[in-house]
T-cell receptor, first 119, second 109 residues
Framework: EAGVAQSPRYKIIEKRQSVAFWCNPI?????LYWYQQILGQGPKLLIQ????????DSQLPKDRFSAERLKGVDSTLKIQPAKLEDSAVYLC?????????????????FGPGTRLTVL | GQNIDQPTEMTATEGAIVQINCTYQ??????LFWYQQHAGEAPTFLSY??LDGLEEKGRFSSFLSRSKGYSYLLLKELQMKDSASYLC??????????WGAGTKLIIKP
């Protein structure tokens, strides 16, 4: 079974530029997550989708970050404009989820991440 | 607020046993996860505990005490490839995962 796919793996941009990340979850997984992980810290949830609806985006800096999951499968995360403090690894994860609720375990599986450097 | 505490770094010797502790204070509890993360790679799932007690999976075991807000990950017969960060995460009453900062485990020959 194919895992979570992400691209690009690495991206270097200058501050105030724009960048977009792509994620393809494990087939059949209804729930998709975008995390930001700064070196030496645990992942920080940016946004969670259940199919193509947003479940939680309370920690997404909406003035510069946006995300969409059209058709409930692939997702893109965009930063516009980027700041120096956005330098981090952006992780996409997916889980089975359950329509109308969550299974108790609902393990999240992660993609390889995109390492973003903002200069 | 919600909080997960883990030691920042631990060192152990190849072939030995190490215990990585995790204490948590969260709004509700719906399971605790341990993930392994090698440098520059994504976290990979290791174990899940929702009931008190020990879950054993090969060289790795995970223990949970809900009344104490405490878990540990036990790694036996340490190998060099076990050098990684170990992340503890708790699912709260809103089914959101609250993550610890991770414990960097260094294995020495």
């Amino acid at each position: 079974e194919a895992g979570v796919a992400q691209s690009p793996r690495y991206k270097i941009i200058e501050k105030r530029q724009s960048v977009a990340f792509w994620c393809n979850p494990i087939s059949g997984h209804a729930t998709l997550y975008w995390y930001q992980q700064i070196l030496g810290q645990g992942p920080k949830l940016l946004i969670q989708f259940q199919n193509n609806g947003v479940v939680d985006d309370s920690q997404l800096p909406k003035d510069r970050f946006s995300a969409e999951r059209l058709k409930g499968v692939d997702s893109t995360l965009k930063i516009q404009p980027a700041k120096l403090e956005d330098s981090a690894v952006y992780l996409c994860a997916s889980s089975l989820g359950v329509a109308g609720g969550l299974s108790q375990r609902d393990t999240q599986y992660f993609g390889p991440g995109t390492r973003l450097t903002v200069l | 607020g919600q909080n997960i505490d883990q030691p920042t770094e631990m060192t152990a010797t190849e072939g030995a046993i190490v215990q990585i502790n995790c204490t948590y204070q969260t709004s509700g509890f719906n399971g605790l996860f341990w993930y392994q993360q090698h440098a520059g790679e994504a976290p990979t799932f290791l174990s899940y505990n929702v009931l008190d007690g020990l879950e054993e999976k090969g060289r790795f075991s995970s223990f949970l005490s809900r009344s104490k807000g405490y878990s540990y990950l036990l790694l036996k017969e340490l190998q060099m490839k076990d050098s990684a960060s170990y992340l503890c995460a708790v699912r709260d009453s809103n089914y959101q995962l609250i993550w610890g900062a991770g414990t960097k485990l260094i294995i020495k020959p």
